[in-house]
């Protein structure tokens, strides 16, 4: 699908990808309790996130669809119940990976 995308977009065109971290606490944690997710009707668990990435697999992807990233950032979400803290990234490099919630990557279309 994001190569069918990247063909319509002009040379030097941006566009903005977002996905969920397949890495991120919450899943990790759905799997050691339960050893499976259950989908939801929002947030991480979707019913509509078909497929899952890590920051290297989003990386691939954009990278197959002839795309080059520009900025790799997500939102942070460290802490439990009340005492989460969360907040937007535009450099997601420094933070573990499983406080990062989902990644957004804007890419772009070179000749």
Known sequence: ?????AELLPVGGRAL??????AHKSVIGQLV????WAYTPTGMFDATHLRWFGR???????DQAGLQ???LGGSLTAGFGKLTY????LDISGWPLYFIY???MLVTKNA
Request: hydrophobic share 45%; net charge positive.
């Open 1 to 5: 699908v994001l190569r069918d995308l």
């Open 17 to 22: 990808i977002v996905v969920p971290n397949v």
């Open 33 to 36: 309790k339960r050893r499976s």
């Open 56 to 62: 290297d697999n989003l990386l691939d992807l954009v």
């Open 69 to 71: 990233p520009q900025i």
């Open 86 to 89: 969360s907040r937007e990234l």
């Open 102 to 104: 989902h990644f957004r």
